[in-house]
């Protein structure tokens, strides 16, 4: 076993809240102090970094990506930590567009585990892989000098292990109803916990939301004396849609969407900027694009610079267009878990690939909305196939076709998302698009494969 494996072994041994939700989300399950503890002896990394704090829904990772290649165009040496990966560990902790190498991950752990027996000497509970994984990413953006680290929240935010830190910047991206059994069944409730990675006169910036989601970051805001900005696409006649709004607006003009990206512009207070253009396919992301801009603005990036970040940014597995797989036929990867994201997803397609008939290859996690996501993208496809991800959470494919009633209606079953891919590839033609869709996990094991044999496009 090479040292590479030893590292990944030792970091899999720990409980993965990803793969087996926790029966309870409370403060012993995700402990910050723990947390705390564990960062306090390897140095407090955290505190040495300059930080973006990302929570939200839907779209972190892609502000996140656009926001950390904007940084990167300026010069700057930036971080970047999200969740979760697609194909390999080390696409969670990067600088720029590099991953973070196998070498380091082996020297890092190797620091780490001595941190985590320390914990254990002092009788603190074991902590989970999300929690050392995050205290090695910390550990390495401060031994490599970052000038800053764009840090996505795992789960929530209120008692995510990243909250230990007090960022430059917090950005809230859309809030919709998700993680029902930890973080609540209400988007006011979801909105709550999310909201917790506010801090004291730490400025906010968060996509349009709905009033009541809205409601609860402004009062978050207020009790923090953090100032609020709200990202979103403009009315006809340029107003706020609350007369009584108080926080500063920036507001999004669509272009053009396309098979190759958007064109869009954005324009602040002070500032505008025409013309932008993004590769990432989807109307969804000029919000998300939009965020990215206002951060960057927020820490002076000049618009030469944000330009070319935002148009060289990549986030795989997110509407992610794969073609040159036996006969030209299109695959596009979305990892779609909750049903504003499948609403995305479904006006993406309807918008780009509306001339399509579509095979839908899909499986979803068993403590999702099924039937939400169901609802948003089975209507659109001709053929659907079910399968599952190799993870304990998936739904096989017989108890999914179950949850989806009469939506799942004529689907196709297979056992794994290989067999999935293979009847999907034999069914199509280049008049086709396979949509592979429902779990990150599910796309990241078809990515895997089609990388062995296809040929990326984006």
């Not at 985590?116 to 989970?128: D, G, I, M, Q």
């Not at 993680?179 to 996509?207: C, F, M, N, P, Y």
Request: with cysteine.
């Amino acid at each position: 076993m090479s040292e590479y494996d030893k590292a990944l072994s030792y970091l899999e041994s720990f409980v993965d809240y990803e793969r087996t939700p926790p029966g309870k989300y409370d403060e012993k399950t995700y402990s910050l102090s723990r947390m705390e503890k564990l960062l306090s002896y390897l140095g407090s990394p955290h505190k040495s970094v300059r930080c973006i704090h990302i929570a939200g829904t839907n779209g972190k990772g892609s502000t996140g990506a656009m926001l950390t290649s904007i940084l990167k165009e300026s010069g700057l040496r930036a971080g970047f930590y999200s969740s979760p990966h697609l194909v390999s560990f080390r696409e969670r902790i990067r600088i720029g567009a590099d991953l973070i190498s196998k070498e380091e991950i082996c020297r890092l752990t190797g620091v780490v585990r001595l941190a985590v027996e320390r914990l254990a000497e002092n009788s603190f509970p074991k902590p989970s892989f999300f929690e050392v994984y995050t205290a090695l990413a910390f550990l390495y953006f401060t031994m490599a000098k970052v000038d800053f680290a764009v840090i996505e929240t795992g789960l929530g935010g209120r008692l995510d292990a990243t909250n230990v830190i007090v960022p430059e910047l917090s950005i809230i991206t859309s809030i919709d109803v998700d993680h029902t059994t930890l973080l609540g069944k209400t988007r006011a409730a979801v909105a709550g916990e999310k909201s917790g990675i506010i801090k004291d006169g730490v400025s906010v910036l968060t996509s349009s939301q709905a009033e009541d989601v809205l409601e609860i970051i402004e009062e978050r805001c207020e009790e923090k004396g953090s100032s609020l900005t709200e990202i979103r696409a403009a009315n006809p006649d340029g107003l706020c849609r609350n007369s009584l709004c108080s926080h500063e607006m920036v507001f999004l003009d669509n272009n053009s969407i396309s098979r190759e990206g958007s064109r869009f512009s954005v324009y602040g207070k002070e500032y505008s900027y025409d013309d932008l253009s993004i590769s990432l396919l989807g109307e969804h992301q000029v919000l998300n694009a939009g965020i990215a801009v206002a951060a960057a603005r927020f820490f002076g990036v000049g618009a030469s610079f944000i330009r070319a970040g935002l148009r060289h940014a990549s986030w795989p597995g997110r509407l992610q267009l794969l073609k040159g797989f036996r006969g030209a036929t299109p695959i596009l990867l979305d990892g779609a878990h909750n049903p504003a994201a499948a609403r995305a997803l479904a006006n993406a397609i309807k918008i780009l690939f509306g001339d399509r008939d579509i095979i839908l290859v899909i499986g979803i996690s068993s403590d999702k909305d099924i039937r939400g996501i169901g609802k948003e993208l089975l209507p659109l496809a001709s053929r659907v196939i079910l399968t599952r991800a190799n993870n304990p959470r998936a739904l096989d494919p017989v108890s999914l076709k179950k949850e989806l009633g009469n939506l799942g209606k004529g689907a196709k079953q297979t056992d794994s998302s290989a067999d999935a891919l293979r009847l999907a590839l034999k069914e199509s033609s280049e008049e086709n698009l396979i949509c592979v869709s429902g779990s990150l996990f599910l796309v990241g094991e078809v990515l895997r494969d089609i990388r062995e044999v296809g040929t990326l496009l984006r």
